[in-house]
């Protein structure tokens, strides 16, 4: 029954939200998968909540009732009738006071989370558009999360019949822990929580790209044999500048010698002083067309090299002796007796190569003026940390101010420099989010509250879950990856819920220790049960066969988790410290006292004397 009860509000909500997506025409990435666990787990919590009130509610109107015809029995007074547990009247009863009090904090966690989601839609905040898309999910099935739970959750359990047992008597004991050993549960936070702050650096770790492909894929595979086999795999690029370079001798800008030795020259500094790295431009079609001058008559070989080595021939540019004349450059020597002379000879061998290039080919390498050029940077498929130091490398060399004037270089780009822009911006992104969602959440639930101290209280469980995840990437199989660096944003979304709960039924309750220990033994329990069955379907994601989904989850299940133990242990015991510390500084009685003590009763016994 509780499972149909949930589920179906959940199921309902999912369909809504991801229909909406595709008819808002909401671009779908791969982050979108944490809009998923974020809300089954808000779904659960509100469902279970509210059924846990009214079973409450109405437990507590039978009691009353009870208590009722006792003192009429003793009165001597004719019983009222006792209610079935399914009378209307009495169900009717008990949903309306879930409505005045959990209902209540319901709305304001569901309000509280969907404010602090909508800070990932805002441009200026978040420039990355799939984390901006996440966020405009979360909002749109947070809303209608709601809506369903409030709506069918009632209507399902009256249909169902569902009634829950009584809570374990261990609640009440648990209750009064956080009371009783404030301090205990301070020191102990304090200390996790500064370790966690002295390893925030595990958070600046670069997301890397190899744990987020699942295993068993063939061209993977096949990808990784050519990776290793032709050392290639992972092309970038960047654009050679020859624009404002001066010509006059009759040629495109790109097709002059000294553009194409420049171009040269960057390339081999690249390929010198960059590892796992060579490049592909107009200068390797160059070198890879042999040249083969042999004497018609004789058939013997006058030159034999490539046409790059051929073009940069010193005969080209010898002076002629003919007092010394040097019989390697005879070849060269009869081009003088071309008006253009060897120049025009040289420069007619260049466009002779470049012209005999298809347009398919010369579309790669050059813009359509020819005064650009690209150049292609290729690498085996690396890690995205190591190749990340690699095209930070290449972009030293390309910042540099060439030696030729009037050329240019632009910095790397392509598929491996956008990526890591990318992850760049999801990183930058989630820290930022993760600051502006704090404070944001702080400031409304200060007015939700109307107490400054209140909205702090009930933040700062948030904030230690936030705090500890760095333990947790301490880990050798845990990295940041695409779908850990949304974990922040999920603590958010289910830890805001659970302290809000927390801290509404205080204040229905009094901060009073007994007010604690009865919020704590209801409340606290729900949230026990939302937590481990959060928890429990979440532990699917061990079936995937992504290895980053796998550390997502089990990311995410331990702070959800720990979420739980801060809202229910950690923030009872601030507001117990609180009341002690202000008690002391008033000279009032101890305040954690729960009026459970004996009392030792006088009696005053008249006595008087009888006649006999």
């Known amino acids: ?124 905040i978040v420039p990355v558009i799939p984390i901006r898309t996440v966020g405009m999910t979360l909002v749109i099935g947070i809303l209608c999360t709601l809506v369903f ?27 009064r822990f956080p009371v009783k050993h404030f301090l205990l549960i301070l020191i102990v936070t304090g200390a996790i929580t500064t370790y966690g702050i002295l390893n925030m650096d595990e958070l600046d770790e670069p997301i890397t790209g190899s744990s987020e492909a699942p295993e068993g894929i063939d061209s993977l595979d096949t990808l990784a044999t050519y990776s290793e086999q032709f050392a290639g795999g992972q092309t970038s690029m960047f654009i050679f500048d020859a624009t ?28 010198n002083e960059v590892n796992n790295t060579t490049t592909t431009s107009l200068i390797t079609f160059l070198r890879s067309i042999p040249i083969v001058i042999e004497d018609e008559n004789t058939g013997i070989e006058l030159y034999n090299d490539s046409m790059w080595g051929f073009l940069h021939d010193e005969c080209w540019t010898v002076p002629i ?26 420069a007619d061998m260049v466009d002779i190569i470049f012209d005999s290039l298809s347009n398919e080919v010369r579309s790669m390498l050059l813009n359509s003026g020819e005064r650009k050029g690209l150049v292609y940077c290729v690498q085996p498929y690396l890690n995205l940390i190591y190749a990340g130091g690699l095209r930070d490398q290449i972009d030293e060399i390309l910042l540099e101010e060439n030696q030729l004037e009037g050329t240019s270089t632009s910095k790397l780009t392509g598929g491996l420099p956008v990526s890591l822009d990318i992850n760049e911006g999801i990183h930058d992104s989630q820290s930022s989010t993760t600051i502006w969602t704090m404070i944001i959440l702080t ?33 050798g199989d845990v990295n940041v990856n695409i779908f850990t660096a949304m974990i922040g944003t999920i603590v958010f979304g289910i830890g805001v819920d659970d302290s809000i709960h927390v801290m509404h039924r205080i204040q229905e309750e009094k901060e009073t220790p007994n007010g604690i220990q009865n919020s704590i033994e209801h409340t606290g329990q729900t949230i026990f049960e939302t937590t481990v069955t959060t928890v429990g379907g979440m532990s699917a994601g061990f079936f995937v066969s992504f290895p980053g989904l796998e550390n997502f989850f089990i990311m995410m299940m331990l702070l959800i988790f720990f979420a739980f133990l801060t809202s229910v242990f950690v923030m009872p015991a601030l507001i117990s410290a609180w009341n002690t510390g202000e008690a002391r500084i008033k000279g009032q009685q101890k305040w954690g006292d729960f009026g459970d003590d004996p009392i030792l009763e006088q009696k005053v016994i008249d006595a008087g004397l009888v006649d006999t």
């Open 321 to 346: 002796d003919p007092t010394q004349p040097r019989l390697e450059c005879t070849f060269f020597y009869a081009m003088e007796a071309d008006p253009n002379g060897r120049a025009g000879w040289r």
């Open 244 to 271: 404002e370079r001066q010509n006059s001798n009759g040629t495109t800008n790109i097709r002059d010698i000294p553009v194409l030795d420049e171009m040269d020259r960057l390339e081999n500094r690249i390929i």
């Open 443 to 475: 400031l409304v639930l200060m007015m939700v509250f109307r107490s400054v101290k209140l909205g702090i209280i009930t933040m700062i469980p948030v904030a230690v879950v936030i705090l500890w995840q760095p333990l947790l990437m301490q880990s």
């Open 149 to 175: 739970s409030i709506i069918l959750v009632p209507t399902l359990a009256w249909l169902l019949k569902y009634h829950k047992r009584e809570n374990p008597p261990m609640w009440g004991k648990i209750g």
């Open 1 to 124: 029954k509780v499972v149909i009860i949930t589920g179906l509000p959940i199921t309902m909500a999912l369909a809504v939200t991801f229909g909406t997506t595709v008819l808002m025409d909401i671009t779908l990435t791969p982050m979108i998968v944490a809009c998923g666990p974020i809300l089954i787990g808000l779904g659960v919590d509100y469902a279970l909540h509210m059924l846990n009130r009214i079973e409450e509610s109405r437990g507590k109107r039978l009691d009353e009732l009870a208590e009722q015809n006792h003192l009429r029995r003793r009165q001597g007074l004719p019983e009222e009738p006792m209610p079935d547990i399914w009378d209307a009247g009495l169900y009717r009863e008990a949903i309306l006071e879930m409505s005045r009090t959990t209902g209540v904090a319901v709305f304001l966690s569901a309000f509280t989370t969907i404010v602090g989601f909508s800070v990932m839609i805002l441009p200026a």
